[in-house]
């Protein structure tokens, strides 16, 4: 990946000394041009086309920015009912994740989010024990979870 995002800055940057316009749109276009150039290439190099990774990284914010605002909406609730009827909880998590730093921002990205706290990880990595504020169905927590979090950090380490 990060042989590919250089060979596209010197691509922008080699468009720009060839027309001789130094300026910020000439270096944009010969960057979109080296994108292009990229593109139809990519099938030579060993690593996938690296804007992909970009868009999953920027899908994976959007969904912790989304999360999390539903997140604080339902603490919110919580905490302005009259009657305090949470049910508190902790569930194990399976998560199908291997490398470390993805158990990491797993855990991250939980306890990050309002309500939810990682707790703790298992000797093998295989599991996540995870404290929720108000829990409801265990099954519908972890699908939660793993179709929101944990598909979208491995759609970005794929």
């Known amino acids: 990946m990060a042989f590919q995002i250089l060979l596209n800055m ?6 720009m000394f060839l027309t001789t316009t130094y300026d910020g749109v000439a270096f944009l276009k010969g960057y979109l041009f080296g994108l292009l150039i990229i593109f139809v290439f990519r099938r030579f190099f060993t690593s996938r086309f690296y804007l992909l990774r970009v868009i999953a990284v920027l899908n994976l914010m959007l969904i912790f920015i989304k999360e999390l605002i539903l ?3 339902a603490v919110l609730k919580v905490v302005l009912k009259p009657k305090l009827d949470m049910k508190p909880g902790i569930f194990a998590f399976p998560t199908e994740l291997e490398k470390d730093w993805q158990i990491t921002i797993l855990a991250n990205l939980i306890t990050l989010t309002p309500g939810t706290l990682t707790i703790s990880v298992s000797e093998d990595n295989k599991i996540l024990y995870v404290h929720a504020m108000d829990m409801g169905e265990v099954q519908d927590e972890i699908d939660s979870i793993k179709n929101s979090f944990e598909k979208a950090i491995m759609e970005v380490s794929r």
């Open 10 to 15: 010197s691509l922008g940057f080699m468009w």
């Open 71 to 73: 997140a604080n909406i």
